[in-house]
């Protein structure tokens, strides 16, 4: 199966998952994880029409993406992996959308760095849902707090929360209470469901998911967040 053909069975699954769920047609977003496939292996998706991508490193990203954004224009770039504080500046340049803010001193530097270069980027923040010690996210008791710092302290424009469910458990339980967490926040947007597990999360009302080796295939090297 091509990439090409990956996508499309892609979106087909995401529109049965919306349907069964009783959801508008078009209501969930897909950000194709296209971390660690060179150009050669994205331009198909590309061709296909799929302009929201999803990337875990941000020199990895510089490396690709400049070049295939001239030749398409309109892709919206996300940054889905932890981002190091000296990579910030990087990241305010690069992407769109940046998903992982899990900590003070990333607010507090991707603040910085959007006012210098006069780009605000939407930001999610990232939770660790299931309060895992190697995972990174903010703890699920500090969330409420922390999104209203991101906002009345560092100005950012926090629009929706991600996560990562611990691998091999039921996913449900976390996707719901991710959800509560957003509601609790006033945040519109949940951004989670990978590859293995996206349909349940638009059961529990995804607005996106991130899809990565069932469109691209096996990953060159292992990586998480797809």
Aim: charged share 25%; with cysteine.
């Amino acid at each position: 199966m091509t990439n090409a053909d990956g996508l499309t069975d892609v979106r087909e699954r995401i529109a049965a998952a919306e349907r069964t769920a009783g959801r508008a047609a078009g209501s969930v977003t897909l950000t194709a994880v296209s971390k660690t496939f060179d150009a050669d292996a994205i331009r198909p998706v590309l061709d296909a029409g799929q302009r929201v991508f999803g990337e875990n490193r941000v020199q990895e990203a510089a490396d690709k993406w400049p070049a295939l954004r001239e030749e398409v224009g309109d892709v919206e770039l996300h940054l889905i992996g932890p981002l190091q504080s000296n990579k910030a500046a990087d990241a305010v340049s690069l992407f769109d959308v940046i998903e992982s803010v899990d900590r003070e001193k990333i607010a507090r530097v991707l603040a910085g760095e959007m006012s210098k270069q006069g780009r605000f980027l939407p930001v999610h923040v990232q939770v660790n849902i299931g309060d895992e010690p190697q995972k990174a996210g903010i703890a699920i008791a500090e969330t409420v707090d922390f999104v209203r710092r991101c906002r009345d302290e560092h100005g950012l424009n926090v629009e929706g929360l991600m996560c990562i469910p611990p691998f091999e458990e039921n996913p449900g339980p976390y996707f719901a209470l991710l959800g509560e967490l957003a509601d609790d926040c006033g945040l519109e947007k949940r951004s989670m469901g990978m590859s293995g597990d996206f349909e349940t999360a638009i059961a529990f009302g995804a607005t996106s998911v991130r899809v990565g080796s069932a469109i691209f295939g096996t990953r060159p090297r292992q990586a998480a967040n797809d």
